[in-house]
């Protein structure tokens, strides 16, 4: 079927699942992917020019003017790929993605984009192909998407990749641990025989999951105005000084009332009896929010889970697991988290 005017579909989603599984619905065989830790991207390439869709209504082609380029450049009129924009860093390991930079590229100035698009070049990695020759391809089943895109890609040259895949579970779950290293965030499974489903968590994601034990040291008023919308968390480090890791969020109404009360005793005061507010730094998200915060002292433990560490704070928000009334605070040091192995990203992206 060809597609007239090549609107751009909501992109198939995800659902979380605990280990990387033998097979998908039914026994359906599955194609297995390296979880590319950037932003979605879905491209459409007209006789037009490039759009960029994203998962809101946001388009992104004016933020990566660079791959703008690579896409008028590399791909043919009717052609609509899915797969990832991101962001690769030099390390003294090697090559590792980089959320923090790419994360600096939303930015509304003209001019500050084009700087960081000459500094932070972006990459994209193409992992499934929705339309060729203008022909919509979201009813074919993946194996066939796939297969015509590796035949596309043949003439794909970096910034422009295409994401490795395989059908063997025992290699999807050794990627699993090696690829953390290189910044990746999990691995993808997608049943071989299904359609493209926009919007549908047709697909399986598999994440690290971890604990660790954080010391609450503040929280800030939810949006509503009442209650706590989310707990400050800090780490001891070297130093000997606490430093904030990230936060926890996503209590239920009851939840958040109940929380003031219980973290009533623990507010740090003044000599004056009042309750100390603290106020977290400012960034372009953040710049029209209310920032400040309850202080607590560092007195209560709670274990969080988390999947990865984006340089010394939590990659994500937190999930809360249980309070540790048992843990000492002055234990709960940047120490007992996990250190991924090394991974170098040029071997995934050459």
């Not at 390296?34 to 082609?61: H, M, N, Q």
């Not at 930015?107 to 984009?113: G, L, W, Y």
């Not at 939590?314 to 988290?337: G, I, K, N, Y």
Request: proline share 6%; glycine share 8%.
């Amino acid at each position: 079927m060809k597609m007239s005017t090549m609107q751009i579909p909501d992109p198939m989603l995800a659902k979380s699942v605990p280990e990387v599984p033998e097979t998908g619905p039914k026994g359906a065989p599955l194609l297995f992917e390296p979880k590319w830790d950037g932003f979605r991207g879905i491209v459409s390439r007209t006789a037009d020019g490039v759009v960029i869709g994203s998962r809101g209504a946001k388009t992104l082609e004016r933020y990566f003017p660079e791959l703008v380029d690579v896409f008028e450049a590399q791909l043919p009129a009717g052609t609509m790929l899915d797969g990832e924009i991101v962001v690769r860093h030099a390390t003294a390991g090697g090559e590792k993605l980089d959320w923090e930079t790419l994360s600096q590229r939303i930015h509304p100035a003209a001019s500050r984009i084009t700087r960081l698009a000459a500094e932070t070049p972006a990459s994209f990695v193409a992992f499934d192909l929705l339309a060729e020759d203008g022909e919509s391809l979201l009813d074919a089943p993946l194996a066939e998407r796939r297969g015509r895109l590796e035949r596309l890609g043949e003439h794909f040259s970096a910034p422009l990749h295409i994401s490795q895949t395989t059908e063997d579970v025992a290699i999807a779950r050794r990627w699993l641990t090696e690829f953390e290293g290189a910044g990746l965030d999990g691995v993808v499974a997608k049943p071989l025989d299904a359609p493209y489903s926009p919007g549908k968590r047709t697909m399986l994601k598999i994440k690290h999951a971890r604990t660790a034990d954080c010391i609450v040291t503040g929280y800030r008023t939810h949006k509503s105005g009442s209650g706590v919308g989310s707990l400050l968390l800090s780490l001891y480090g070297e130093d000997g000084e606490l430093h904030g890791v990230g936060g926890i969020s996503a209590f239920t109404d009851k939840r958040r009332q109940e929380l003031v009360e219980e973290l009533a005793p623990l507010l740090a005061r003044g000599e004056d009896g009042e309750a100390i507010r603290g106020e977290s730094d400012r960034n372009r998200f953040s710049s029209s929010k209310d920032t400040s915060y309850a202080v607590l002292r560092p007195e209560l433990v709670v274990e969080v889970r988390y999947d990865q560490m984006e340089g010394d704070r939590f990659r994500h928000t937190v999930q809360f697991e249980r309070w540790r009334p048992d843990r000492d605070p002055a234990s709960c040091t940047f120490a007992q988290l996990e250190v991924p192995a090394a991974y170098d990203l040029a071997a995934l992206l050459p």
